[in-house]
């Protein structure tokens, strides 16, 4: 009896710890299709810009979902050296459904659309105590609240750097020089094969003749001789 106790002890510790490790590659599993799928925000690939003073910039975000979304909230806030500022706010109820932003700054528009999977806003009249780090953040119920921010920072100038194009212009002329150079080269050649084959063509023409000619002159000589030869009757 002990025996026969012991061995369903190990029968079901083993199924036990079969169905324990079944059930974590399940959960890794799940873990692993929500992480990739999961909400994403993103300020595109350049993740700053540099403007001028008094004028108009875009401020990037788009979401992102593999199981779509719902309810899904989204804010700007602008972050002044640790304290952060709200811009606008909005709740997007389901997929191609337009949002209702709240604008909390007098010089933001925003230009987004959920058609698009798209929230960005407009800064305008820019001023340089507007210089610094726009932080775009989103959350999606549908996925158990999961949120992620994005952020894009902003340089306010005087003016514009001059691109020296020195070595750009330097670079398209020694191409082009080349290209053209190539081409010269080739039309010489062409031209040159050209004459050649007519060279060629004319000699074989003045060799035709002149065999043609070599043969007639024998034929006749050769039918004199003939001639000559024959006896009278």
């Known amino acids: 009896?002990?025996?026969?106790?012991?061995?369903?002890?190990?029968?079901?510790?083993?199924?036990?710890?079969?169905?324990?490790?079944?059930?974590?590659?399940?959960?890794?599993?799940?873990?692993?299709?929500?992480?990739?799928?999961?909400?994403?925000?993103?300020?595109?690939?350049?993740?700053?810009?540099?403007?001028?003073?008094?004028?108009?910039?875009?401020?990037?975000?788009?979401?992102?979902?593999?199981?779509?979304?719902?309810?899904?909230?989204?804010?700007?806030?602008?972050?002044?050296?640790?304290?952060?500022?709200?811009?606008?706010?909005?709740?997007?109820?389901?997929?191609?459904?337009?949002?209702?932003?709240?604008?909390?700054?007098?010089?933001?528009?925003?230009?987004?659309?959920?058609?698009?999977?798209?929230?960005?806003?407009?800064?305008?009249?820019?001023?340089?105590?507007?210089?610094?780090?726009?932080?775009?953040?989103?959350?999606n119920p549908k996925e158990k609240n999961r949120n992620h921010s994005a952020v894009f920072t902003l340089r306010v100038v005087d003016q514009m750097k001059e691109v020296d194009n020195t070595l750009t212009i330097i670079i398209v002329s020694v191409l082009g020089g080349v290209i053209g150079l190539v081409i010269i080269v080739m039309v010489i050649k062409a031209l040159v094969v050209h004459f050649l084959l007519k060279g060629d063509e004319k000699n074989k023409e003045c060799l035709v003749s002149s065999s043609g000619n070599d043969n007639t002159e024998n034929g006749l000589s050769g039918a004199k001789a003939d001639n000559k030869g024959t006896p009278k009757a």
Not at 63 to 81: A, E, P, R
Not at 98 to 119: A, Q
């Open 1 to 139: 009896m002990a025996s026969a106790d012991s061995t369903g002890s190990s029968v079901s510790g083993r199924l036990r710890s079969g169905d324990l490790l079944h059930a974590g590659v399940a959960v890794a599993l799940l873990l692993g299709v929500w992480s990739v799928g999961g909400l994403e925000v993103s300020t595109g690939k350049v993740s700053s810009i540099e403007a001028m003073n008094g004028s108009t910039v875009l401020l990037p975000c788009t979401y992102s979902s593999c199981i779509g979304i719902k309810n899904l909230y989204f804010n700007w806030q602008y972050n002044d050296n640790g304290t952060f500022f709200k811009l606008c706010e909005a709740e997007i109820p389901m997929e191609g459904v337009e949002p209702k932003v709240s604008v909390y700054h007098e010089r933001v528009e925003f230009v987004g659309s959920s058609k698009t999977n798209n929230i960005s806003i407009l800064l305008w009249n820019i001023t340089f105590e507007d210089e610094g780090q726009y932080i775009c953040f989103a959350r």
